[in-house]
């Protein structure tokens, strides 16, 4: 075995036989920037591994991969286990990089998995679901089985009571719980996309962590708004220097 290869490591199952003087934080880094520069093979092969335990190790390398991760979405929708917390959120993790470019088929399978989202992983769920654009959500919602679409159909209304980036609104959304809430928070990320928000952030109860996630994105995502913003401006006043000269 070479051990410059870190996916034939990953791929023993029981650690405990890894070679000696082998660092786990190193294989798992080299992992990652291997796949990160195109060669997302050796990752399939974990994601497709027998073996549980390297299944879940391919979902951690997944969770950190940028946009090629795309590339390897359906097996690692394939990989995960519904009763283990750490698959679900290896792959709502992966999926941050490249929400927009999922299709609808795509995010109905991650709506399916939100009744077995932790606080962590549900955060991610709200993250893809608002920066998704509305019409694939709710192509997506119409591909649900017929026994959960229903409420999926009717929950995400609840994004509609959304217009505004308020203090009243934010606590308004923090009531609502189960799918209103999760397309709610979405639909509240979503606005907060597109303006500023100077009277963030709005301090929550130090428990509610969606609430607490929510609020560090609303204020990310207002800070870039306002560079992008910035940029554009500035972009903007060049130009019409040059063409007045």
């Given at each position: 075995?070479?051990?410059?290869?870190?996916?034939?490591?990953?791929?023993?199952?029981?650690d405990?036989?890894?070679?000696?003087?082998?660092?786990?934080?190193?294989?798992?880094?080299?992992?990652?920037?291997?796949?990160?520069?195109?060669?997302?093979?050796?990752?399939?092969?974990?994601?497709?591994?027998?073996?549980?335990?390297?299944r879940?190790?391919?979902?951690?390398?997944?969770?950190?991969?940028?946009?090629?991760?795309?590339?390897?979405?359906?097996?690692?929708?394939?990989a995960?286990?519904?009763?283990?917390?750490?698959?679900?959120?290896?792959l709502?993790?992966?999926?941050?990089?490249?929400?927009?470019?999922l299709?609808?088929?795509?995010?109905?399978?991650?709506?399916?998995l939100?009744?077995?989202?932790?606080?962590?992983?549900?955060?991610?769920?709200?993250?893809?679901?608002?920066?998704?654009?509305?019409?694939?959500?709710?192509?997506?919602?119409?591909?649900?089985p017929?026994?959960?679409?229903?409420?999926?159909?009717?929950?995400?209304?609840?994004?509609?009571?959304?217009?505004?980036?308020?203090?009243?609104?934010?606590?308004?959304?923090?009531?609502?719980?189960?799918?209103?809430?999760?397309?709610?928070?979405?639909?509240?990320?979503?606005?907060?996309?597109?303006?500023?928000?100077?009277?963030?952030?709005?301090?929550g109860?130090?428990?509610?962590?969606?609430?607490?996630?929510?609020?560090?994105q609303?204020?990310?995502?207002?800070?870039r708004?306002?560079?992008?913003?910035?940029?554009?401006?500035?972009?903007?006043s060049?130009?019409?220097?040059?063409?007045?000269?």
């Open positions: 075995m070479h051990h410059s290869d870190p996916f034939e490591i990953l791929a023993i199952a029981d405990r036989a890894w070679p000696d003087q082998v660092d786990a934080i190193d294989l798992w880094q080299l992992a990652v920037s291997r796949t990160n520069r195109g060669d997302i093979e050796p990752l399939r092969g974990l994601l497709r591994h027998s073996e549980a335990a390297v879940r190790r391919g979902l951690g390398i997944f969770s950190e991969l940028t946009g090629v991760g795309l590339r390897l979405f359906d097996d690692a929708l394939s995960v286990e519904v009763a283990d917390i750490a698959t679900v959120r290896g709502l993790g992966g999926v941050l990089s490249y929400p927009r470019k299709k609808p088929a795509q995010i109905s399978a991650l709506l399916q939100g009744d077995q989202a932790d606080d962590l992983a549900r955060s991610h769920l709200i993250i893809v679901i608002g920066a998704s654009p509305p019409a694939k959500v709710l192509a997506a919602i119409d591909m649900l017929s026994d959960v679409r229903a409420g999926h159909a009717v929950a995400v209304k609840a994004g509609d009571l959304v217009i505004d980036v308020t203090r009243d609104t934010f606590d308004e959304v923090r009531k609502l719980d189960g799918l209103a809430g999760l397309y709610a928070w979405a639909q509240l990320f979503r606005i907060a996309a597109r303006r500023e928000h100077d009277d963030f952030p709005f301090e109860p130090a428990d509610d962590f969606i609430a607490e996630s929510m609020r560090f609303i204020v990310r995502r207002s800070r708004y306002r560079e992008s913003r910035r940029v554009r401006q500035d972009y903007f060049r130009s019409e220097a040059k063409r007045d000269m």
